[in-house]
Structures are given as C-alpha cells and as structure tokens.
C-alpha cells in the first residue's frame, strides 16, 4: 500500500548553460525559428532506485536542476511541488510533504534553500556555471576514449526515426541543439559553434562497446492520456577525437538530452579514461 503521508525532499541545482563569448545564436541555429515546442527551463533527475512504493516517514529524494533566468521563478517551482505533495501524485494519489530544498554544488556542498516547518525561502549561495562545469576539459586535451552511462531511458532520433543504437554524432548532434536552445531562450545567447563542423567531426568517432538494451516505460497523465517514456538504457563506449566535444557533453550530464529530457529521460553520466 503506498503511504497517505510521506515525505519529498529535493536537491536543487541553477544552471547557467551558456557559453563565455558567445554573441547571438549563430546563423547555424536559426532552426530555432522552426522549433514547435521551446524546451523546459528545468529537468527533474529521478531517483534512480527501483522501488515503487513508499512507506509512512520514507522520503523520496530527486535532484530539479533549474536553467538560467528560470531560477527568478525559484518560488513559483516551490509553490508547485508543495501543492503537489499536498494533493498527492502517485497511482493513488497519495498526499506528502514537501519537507526540504537544499542546493548542490559543483562538488557537492550543500546549502539549505527551504524548509518545510519554516516555510523560509533562501536562494542558493552557488550556481554552477558553464566554465565551472567545463574545468576538466583543458587536463583531457589527449583524450581518445570515453564511456556513456545512459541512466535513464533516452530516446534519440536520426533523420526522424528513433535509433536503437546510439551512434555518438546522434549523441552530439540532440545535445548540441538541446543545449543551444536552452542557452538562447533562457541564458540570453546561445552558443558559438560551427554546428555543421561539429557535426562533422562527430561522425569521425566511433561505438568500439556497446552494452545498452531498450526499454519500454509510459505513464497515465491525469487526463488518461498515455504517454511513452521509452528508450534505450546501459552503457556505450567511443573512441576518437574526443575533446571538441566535452564542452557539451559535460553540461548534458545535467541537462539531459533527447526526448522527455525534462521529465528524467536522456541521463547520461560519463567514465572519462
């Protein structure tokens, strides 16, 4: 039986995606114009256990990374989980309390924004930059090889269908344009590439493992609407000029990147050699 009452406790990290000397989105990317939907300025990262069900006084704990000029809107997203908790969510609605908001850290030092008895919101004292998140770049100039841990489910498409293997340009090429939109819409620019030459470049590298599986996952929305959260999971590992591309694919771990990004999709981590 789930819980009438349990707790929702959540990590919360500001994201500012856009990069430094970046003026305007360049002429590459005027496909924002042709976007029907303008991407999230948030992404919920799931727990990654495997239980379902949560007992009287166990929390349930997730990360909510917040991009750019969102974090203005910081109240609202507290006001939304608290009437969540309230009304309860679940396959039996069941009510909860929002109990905490704390802030992460790029090394993981935690600092309270909300508490659930005060009822206090505090901004965060750090939010993680692009060049904080790209630091390791300039020690992997020789890299050759790197592993992708997909977390979650990750839908990519290629040419407009759906690739059950994801070769690393497909990988390259969403993300580019993921983190682009997310920059130009909510950090004010969007990034200085070449994404034609980046994409390029990217089908250069090569799969030389591949241990990922598809998975089929939906839920039921609250107006009985279906909708398909499946993807491929597990672990690919490519070889080749790689260091061009950490710039994006270090920020993607936060991110995400493919479709329902936003709602826990596409979570990658990385194993650089």
Not at 65 to 72: H, L, P, R, S, T
């Amino acid at each position: 039986m789930t819980p009438d009452v349990t707790q929702v406790c959540y990590s919360g990290r500001h994201l500012d995606v856009s990069s430094p000397g970046s003026a305007g989105v360049p002429p590459a990317a005027e496909r924002l114009s042709k976007n029907q939907n303008i991407p999230r300025p948030f992404v919920v990262k799931p727990p990654l256990e495997t239980k379902t069900r949560y007992f009287p006084g166990e929390p349930l704990v997730f990360d909510f990374v917040v991009i750019g000029e969102a974090i203005d809107y910081l109240p609202y997203f507290i006001v939304a989980f608290r009437e969540l908790s309230e009304g309860g969510f679940g396959l039996n609605r069941a009510r909860c309390r929002l109990s905490a908001i704390e802030a992460l850290g790029l090394r993981h030092e935690v600092s309270a924004v909300y508490d659930g008895k005060e009822g206090i919101v505090r901004p965060p004292q750090e939010n993680l930059t692009w060049q904080a998140l790209t630091a390791r770049v300039a020690a992997c100039s020789d890299l050759r090889e790197i592993t992708v841990h997909f977390l979650t489910p990750t839908t990519l498409k290629a040419e407009g269908e759906v690739v059950a293997v994801p070769q690393f340009h497909h990988l390259v090429k969403r993300l580019r344009d993921r983190v682009n939109a997310l920059a130009y819409f909510y950090c004010g620019k969007g990034l200085d590439l070449d994404f034609k030459e980046l994409g390029e470049r990217a089908e250069k590298v090569r799969e030389v493992s591949v241990r990922s599986q598809w998975v089929e996952r939906s839920r039921r929305t609250r107006r009985e609407f279906t909708q398909d959260l499946s993807g491929f999971v597990g672990e690919v590992t490519y070889r080749g000029d790689l260091e061009p591309f950490l710039a994006l694919l270090l920020p993607g771990e936060y991110v995400h990147v493919g479709k329902n990004a936003a709602f826990g999709n596409g979570w990658y981590r990385l194993a650089i050699s």
